[in-house]
């Protein structure tokens, strides 16, 4: 079955650079979209069709991809972007669709 | 504003059924793909299922099908998950999404709060 890879962790201090990868075989054909979850929290989307980012959501957060890996990128990580994100995309061969193992993001 | 909120979970005993329902509001519910996702306590999240706009397309995750069955009613505005033969490894909370995109089954832009299934054995 498909699969999309994420870290298991990243952890960055305040202010500095955040970026999460995920990487999958059909990545440079289909978008991915990045959800945020906080403790006890529905997730939240952050990132869709590889790089949009929804209404609401701030700036710093961005997304690219390229061949088979795609990255979410927080640029000056806050204290409140701590949390566990997901990617998300399909696999096309089956139409079903599959997230990552999910990163847990630290910022202190 | 969207709103979407599950019910109809709780405590079941391995190899029992539950029916979990998900009431939309805010949105032209007829349009949308509707999704079922779950996790497990502790765990990362597990797409379970989708739904086309008028019930004619359905996906399943392999282990849950067979056993689930995803439909909807757009007349009540209302999204369900029939949850059969459950196994102890079907515990966790199941979320109602909506896709991003109306006619397409894309990003799940809107979650509902989640109801918690309990499988013992």
């Known amino acids: 079955s498909y699969e999309l890879t994420q870290p298991p962790s990243v952890s960055v201090s305040p202010g500095q650079t955040a970026r999460i990868t995920c990487s999958g075989d059909q990545l440079p054909e289909k978008y991915v979209y990045w959800y945020q979850q906080k403790s006890g929290q529905a997730p939240v989307l952050v990132i869709y069709d590889d790089s949009k980012r929804p209404s609401g959501i701030p700036e710093r957060f961005s997304g690219s991809s390229s061949g088979t890996m795609a990255t979410l990128t927080i640029s000056g990580a806050q204290v409140e972007d701590e949390g566990n994100y997901y990617c998300y995309s399909i696999d096309s061969s089956v139409n079903l669709w599959v997230f990552g193992g999910g990163t847990k993001l630290t910022v202190l | 504003e969207v709103q979407l909120v599950e019910s109809g979970g709780g405590l079941v005993q391995r190899g029992g059924s539950l029916r979990l329902s998900c009431a939309a509001s805010?949105?032209?519910?007829?349009?949308?793909?509707m999704s079922w996702v779950r996790q497990a306590p502790g765990k990362g999240l597990e797409w379970v299922a989708n739904i086309k706009q008028d019930g004619s397309d359905k996906n399943y995750v392999e282990s849950v099908r067979g056993r689930f069955t995803i439909s909807r009613d757009n007349a009540k505005n209302s999204l369900y998950l029939q949850m059969n033969s459950l196994r102890a490894e079907d515990t966790a909370v199941y979320y109602c999404?909506?896709?991003?995109?109306?006619?397409?089954?894309?990003?799940?832009?809107?979650w509902g709060q989640g109801t918690l299934v309990t499988v013992s054995s």
């Open positions: 999404a909506r896709a991003l995109h109306s006619n397409s089954p894309s990003a799940l832009v809107d």
């Open positions: 805010g949105f032209t519910f007829s349009t949308y793909w």
